[in-house]
């Protein structure tokens, strides 16, 4: 086990700020860059290529993450870490540059290749933090990871607006070069000792002298069948937490007006990373302290509530409020399948199982967009937001099983 774990905590939650913060700078404007920047418009195909943008930087996630996790699990997530930053400083201030939206697109899809930053600085402090601190510990990323996004989306709106989306791009190279500074005073060692223990508990006590000393039969699944059914959890979650997340702007211009939309989503936005933040400080010690099969139930039930009012409210007050609760109970569910998957993969398989557990969010990243818009198209803006959370409410009999079953029998009661 590390001695150095608090640092890496620090510095990690540091890297991920000035991570976020170089992202979100650019990312949310770039429908608005494509137009002045690129000259498209509806008629010479602005809506595909808004479309497409987004779905190569799926696309680099997805495929990448379960090799950066597998190579971090090889030669550490030190150094995923450090190619992904500094990769990143490089290839973002190119787009400043382009003339073709085909351009912008396939160099979406190398940010988001070369990138992996988040799964790798989940992995590192998970195998680094003692077990009864890992909860705390990921909550604190969370908290810095949409910390970062609030001040990229502020900052990179001040640069749009003074100077150019193209000095935007710029403030992202610098932020993720600044991001990498911070990954070469953490320390991987690259063994969770605590956890490692933890993980053969529940045999631990059925084995005799000789059984406990002789060498476990070679896996034949990639992964542990419960780190699975975990990884299918994490598909649920992006559901739950996604569906809605594209048409926020269209329900504040429904309870506002179109001249100041813009404005009261900015509000909307900071309050509800606020909420995330405070999520990720105190929800997280909850997840160190409360067995999560008790925790789930209320996690779920809070946050269908709280998204289903977002669609029937009809005032913007009472739908920040609601937002912003639902964000801060909602953010304990990534923790608490970060914890439990942790738990049940081998040592030597979890930047892989990270990695993974990347692509499934990104997998149901996708499937909610086109869910929400479908919704949408049927039973407009207010549905998209009573489905969401239908969702939290239907995925119940899903989480409270697996999450039981994943818990070992210590922590479960």
Not at 191 to 211: F, K, L, V
Request: glycine residues 10%; positive net charge; aromatic residues 12%.
């Amino acid at each position: 086990m590390s001695a150095n774990w608090k640092r890496n905590v620090i510095m990690l939650s540091c890297s991920q700020l000035m991570v976020m913060a170089g992202f979100d700078a650019m990312n949310p404007f770039i429908p608005l860059f494509m137009k002045t920047g690129l000259g498209l418009t509806e008629e010479t195909g602005l809506p595909f290529y808004i479309s497409l943008y987004s779905i190569m930087g799926f696309l680099g996630y997805g495929i990448a993450n379960p090799l950066w996790g597998w190579l971090g699990d090889r030669y550490g997530m030190k150094v995923m870490l450090l190619r992904g930053t500094f990769l990143s400083a490089l290839f973002w201030p190119m787009m400043a540059h382009v003339s073709s939206p085909v351009t912008l697109a396939l160099l979406r899809f190398t940010t988001a290749f070369l990138a992996g930053t988040t799964a790798a600085s989940q992995m590192m402090i998970a195998r680094n933090t003692p077990l009864e601190r890992l909860g705390f510990a990921q909550g604190l990323l969370l908290s810095a990871y949409f910390s970062g996004s609030m001040l990229g989306n502020l900052a990179g709106g001040l640069i749009i607006h003074y100077y150019s989306h193209r000095a935007a791009f710029w403030l992202c190279g610098a932020m993720y070069l600044l991001a990498g500074f911070f990954i070469l005073f953490t320390e991987d060692k690259g063994s969770n000792d605590t956890i490692d223990t933890i993980d053969t508990i529940d045999t631990a006590a059925a084995q005799t002298p000789q059984t406990a000393n002789a060498p476990r039969p070679q896996r034949r699944l990639l992964l542990p069948p419960m780190a699975w059914m975990l990884l299918g959890l994490f598909v649920m979650n992006a559901l739950i937490r996604r569906t809605d997340l594209p048409f926020v702007a269209l329900r504040v211009e429904q309870l506002t007006s179109q001249q100041s939309a813009d404005y009261w989503t900015g509000i909307v936005s900071f309050a509800v990373g606020a909420g995330a933040i405070l999520s990720g400080v105190i929800i997280g010690r909850l997840v160190d302290r409360i067995p999560p099969p008790r925790l789930i139930l209320p996690i779920l039930f809070g946050t269908g509530v709280f998204t289903l009012l977002q669609g029937v409210f009809d005032n913007l007050w009472l739908f920040m409020g609601s937002r912003t609760l639902c964000y801060f109970i909602a953010g304990a569910i990534q923790p608490l399948l970060q914890k439990l998957l942790t738990i049940q993969t081998p040592r030597d398989k979890r930047g892989l199982a990270f990695g993974i557990a990347t692509t499934a969010f990104a997998v149901g990243g996708i499937l909610a967009s086109t869910i929400g818009g479908a919704v949408m198209n049927i039973g407009g803006i207010s549905a998209v937001f009573i489905v969401g959370g239908a969702f939290a409410f239907l995925s119940t009999p899903l989480f409270l099983p697996v999450v039981k079953r994943a818990s070992p029998r210590t922590i479960r009661n």
